[in-house]
């Protein structure tokens, strides 16, 4: 549940900015730069911000952005609250609290606790799932009714395309006319009823629910097996005739499923065996589509997009409880949404997770929410993943337990043409796209375990172009190396190690946010990053306790603010070390917005306890003037240790 102190660390982290502040007399400028904050947010909002839009804003983004001083409390909250529900989603109320979460920070309607019927048998749980698919397709049609024929149409033919297929890189579109057409119809969508879709299938989620199918008699009951289906290979028990498509009981044997082959299918439920499923895709031919894998050592495997709860405009679930298992995909899978909702629960066992754009727990005009429960897992992905949210999108990651291993990027080459390196946009990132759309929220949480993250450019606890990102690491000893070790595919690099924008950060309009609750972690990367934000952004790194090294030693890392802007790197706890001669510093810069002249630019790094080493000289139990006044390097004794009044501004 992470740091049981972190409330009111948070305090603690906003009294000493606040007094830091008004130590140096700088209150007014700082006043200054919320204001100008808030006229460029309602400028953009009514069509007078040039390339900055204000469509697909976020009501909550608004808030943080003019807020924040109190935005880093805000989403320590909020990032530990939704673990917390999402740990408890294996109880009676499911993920009924997750979706009630969303709802509100997508800005839709909200609603009474769902319902949470309790099956008693076998066949009293298959009639839960026959009633959830017929309420979810009744929810989908509603969804879809403020659209025009030809509106559907074009949503239909053109989501893939535009905000996939065409793209190689993570900011904007190839197509960004386009693209702000389809945004102004998914604005149209009634996104809420999507959700309530999705959430007529959350009973399926629940351990009790899946117990009770697993149950479910190799004889299949009454009428005996069924005759043999297209794109079946294996035991089929049962295979029923629903309103809405077919339901298939697989039998605990080794079973192999075409999914896109079998005719009307709208569920299977597989009782248990080392199954293989191909495809599977969920769009608008097949809005709604669920797998429920009870036992076994599975693979997945697909080339199309919307598939492994994935969906394009649609809503798609699958669960599978138990056995090491292969996910293996392209786009827009692995608990994944381009307009819908996707789900991805694995409960158990080692797993991998590779595909390559829109994956693992990704969310535009909708939510992706990937959960695996424990287990060494590996994800990797290339463009846009695990925990990423795309405009009018949330997508969420949560790993509750066991030593895992992320990975975005090492594919495509990054478009900053003065740096080498790889495309990255992943692990908890929520971003607009410039020229087109403002940002979503993006969410990585993993509960413990000594976790490895490798990420290229744009990566790791971030927000670009009006977006939030979130990632928290509640336990172990991590490592966060950087620029990918390797290229996707594992050869070697064909790009030099290289990272830009990771760890904590904000870029244009942005917030971003990391936390890590404990253990002796390492912060890597190159430049732009470890509490870091660029141009009317706030970047924020905390971590509250363990012996840490900050290794990213290039220009504006470790607690820097540049071009009006909020960055912020606090260490509450540990004996620390700081690499490079960057902490803390404000330049005299700003060229963005040059009517704040240098006084826009806060830059903060905030250490409490142990004797810590600073590569600038900085000493300890000192206040420390970085750059011009808005630099500070605050270094303070733990309550615990021996107090000596910090000294200087």
């Known amino acids: 549940m992470g740091h049981p102190q972190a409330p009111g660390i948070m305090v603690l982290l906003e009294q000493e900015i606040r007094a830091g502040l008004r130590d140096r007399g700088l209150e007014a400028a700082w006043e200054r730069f919320c204001a100008y904050t808030g006229r460029m947010l309602d400028e953009s909002a009514s069509g007078r911000g040039g390339e900055l ?345 949560d790993d509750l337990d066991g030593p895992d291993h992320y990975y975005p990027g090492g594919y495509y080459p990054d478009t900053y043409e003065e740096t080498p390196g790889y495309e990255g946009w992943g692990q908890g990132v929520g971003a607009g796209l410039r020229q087109v759309a403002n940002g979503g929220i993006g969410v990585l949480l993993d509960g413990g375990g000594d976790d490895i993250y490798e990420y290229d450019y744009l990566a790791h606890g971030g927000g670009y172009w009006c977006g939030m990102g979130f990632a928290r690491d509640f336990a172990g000893n991590d490592r966060r190396l950087g620029a990918t070790l390797k290229a996707y595919d594992g050869s070697q690099r064909r790009e030099s190690r290289f990272q830009r924008f990771g760890t904590g950060w904000g870029c244009h309009y942005a917030l971003g946010f990391l936390f890590d609750d404990q253990g002796d972690d390492t912060y890597g990367g190159t430049i732009m990053g470890v509490g870091m934000a660029w141009d009317d952004s706030v970047g924020v790194l905390c971590d509250f306790g363990g012996n840490d090294h900050y290794e990213a030693t290039g220009g504006l890392t470790q607690g820097v603010g540049a071009q009006a802007a909020l960055g912020i790197l606090f260490d509450y706890n540990g004996q620390d070390v700081y690499l490079g001669q960057n902490q803390g510093y404000a330049s005299p810069t700003n060229t963005y917005h040059p009517s704040l002249g240098s006084a826009g630019n806060f830059s903060f790094l905030i250490d409490y306890g142990g004797q810590d080493e600073y590569g600038c000289g900085a000493a300890n139990n000192a206040i420390t003037q970085r750059g011009t006044a808005g630099g500070f390097i605050i270094d303070r004794p733990h309550h615990d240790e021996t107090e000596h009044a910090p000294t200087g501004r």
Not at 67 to 90: G, V, W
Not at 130 to 148: F, S
Not at 236 to 251: E, N, S
Not at 363 to 385: E, M, N
């Open 53 to 397: 839009g204000g469509n697909c804003r976020l009501r909550w983004y608004d808030q943080m952005l003019r807020n924040p001083l109190s935005a880093p409390a805000q989403a320590e909250r909020f990032t530990r609250q939704l673990h917390q529900a999402i740990i408890k989603a294996d109880g009676p109320t499911g993920l009924d609290l997750v979706f009630r979460m969303v709802r509100e920070k997508l800005d839709l309607a909200s609603r009474k606790p769902l319902e949470n019927p309790q099956p008693a048998s076998p066949e009293e749980a298959l009639d839960l799932v026959e009633n959830a698919l017929i309420e979810a397709h009744r929810h989908y049609a509603q969804a879809l009714a403020p659209l025009l024929p030809e509106e559907l149409g074009q949503l239909v033919r053109q989501l893939e395309p535009v905000f996939v297929g065409q793209n190689r890189m993570g900011h904007t579109l190839a197509d960004r006319p386009a693209g702000r057409h389809l945004c102004n119809l998914l604005e149209k969508l009634d996104r809420t009823e999507l959700v309530a879709a999705a959430e007529a299938l959350l009973p399926l989620t629940r351990s009790d629910v899946l117990g009770q199918l697993a149950q479910w008699p190799d004889q299949g009951g009454p009428g005996g097996p069924p005759e043999k289906l297209p794109g079946v290979e294996g035991s089929i028990v049962r295979c029923i005739q629903t309103p809405v498509g077919r339901i298939l009981i697989g039998g605990r044997g080794k079973n192999r499923y075409q999914l896109d082959q079998i005719p009307e299918l709208a569920a299977v439920i597989d009782l248990g065996g080392d199954d293989e499923y191909l495809e599977g895709t969920a769009s608008f031919y097949r809005p709604v589509m669920v797998l429920l894998d009870l036992a076994g050592n599975d693979t997945y495997r697909a080339s199309k997009p919307g598939v492994q709860g994935g969906a394009i405009l649609a809503v798609s679930l699958l669960v599978d409880r138990e056995g090491n298992d292969t996910y293996l995909a392209r786009d827009v899978a692995q608990g994944s949404a381009l307009a819908g909702v996707g789900i991805l629960i694995d409960f158990q066992g080692d797993d991998q997770y590779v595909a390559l754009r829109r994956v693992q727990g990704h969310g535009l005009a909708g939510l992706g929410l990937l959960v695996d429960r424990a287990g060494q897992d590996q994800y990797r992905g290339v463009l846009w993943t695990q925990g990423f949210g795309a405009p009018l999108g949330m997508g969420i990651l």
